[in-house]
């Protein structure tokens, strides 16, 4: 039973152009969703959040959108660099409870 | 000012061996959560500990899997009598406290052979 789904398990971009992850849920008890990037042979890095009070947040080249009534959020990646080449992980959370529930990951590979 | 750390990076251990993680916390951290990554998954929720107390642990095994956090010392994760499906990345997480978000270490890679 995956509360959370990345269904798009690798995806390809052109360097400079924008990177679309999706990420959907079932659980509308989740509030507070969080995207990780994580390289090989390292722990996940945290990206970027956003609340269930807000639509839209935005740290530099990346945002988050969340679509409550359609249970949908999506980081893009504006411009994508080779940099940015890693497994993204979306994970969200209820409330109190200190458990994050992940996604299966996206990789991501931006080609120069 | 390191980050979390975790030990070892890599564990080989036999059918039947025990498995000992160790995480240390980031300086000023007294909170710890364990993630396991199993081949093809995504991260699962293990357990979270504050010094000395368990606060959730429904996402551990019910047997052969314990952890702690001791007033001193790292937080270990213990898995006794270890089988094959055990093989995965363990992560461990710290944070100053509930409200505040959390780091990773690196992981350990357990394989059972």
């Known amino acids: 039973d995956q509360q959370v789904k990345q269904n798009s398990p690798s995806l390809s971009v052109q360097e400079g152009r924008i990177s679309i992850l999706n990420c959907d849920y079932t659980?509308?008890?989740?509030?507070?969703f969080l995207w990780y990037k994580k390289y090989p042979a390292e722990g996940p890095t945290f990206l970027i959040s956003?609340?269930?009070i807000k639509d839209k947040n935005e740290d530099g080249r990346f945002t988050v959108f969340l679509n409550k009534s359609a249970k949908h959020l999506s980081l893009h990646i504006v411009p994508s660099q080779p940099g940015d080449s890693a497994v993204y992980f979306c994970?969200?959370?209820?409330?109190?409870?200190?458990?994050?529930?992940w996604g299966l990951g996206t990789s991501l590979a931006v080609n120069p | 000012n390191a980050g979390v750390m975790q030990n070892p990076r890599h564990l080989v251990r036999r059918r039947g061996q025990e498995a000992r993680l160790r995480c240390s916390p980031m300086?000023?951290?007294?909170?710890v959560y364990w993630y396991r990554q199993l081949p093809e998954e995504g991260l699962k929720f293990m357990v979270y500990?504050?010094?000395?107390?368990?606060?959730?642990e429904s996402g551990m095994p019910k047997e052969r899997f314990s952890a702690e956090f001791p007033k001193e010392g790292p937080s270990i994760l213990r898995i006794q009598q270890v089988v094959r499906g055990d093989s995965a990345a363990y992560f461990c997480?710290?944070?100053?406290?509930?409200?505040?978000?959390?780091?990773f270490g690196s992981g350990t890679r357990l394989t059972v052979v």
């Open positions: 997480a710290s944070s100053k406290g509930p409200d505040y978000g959390y780091t």
């Open positions: 300086k000023g951290h007294s909170h």
């Open positions: 500990l504050q010094k000395e107390n368990i606060i959730d």
């Open positions: 659980n509308s008890m989740f509030d507070y």
């Open positions: 956003i609340s269930s």
């Open positions: 994970a969200a959370n209820a409330g109190n409870n200190r458990k994050l529930i």
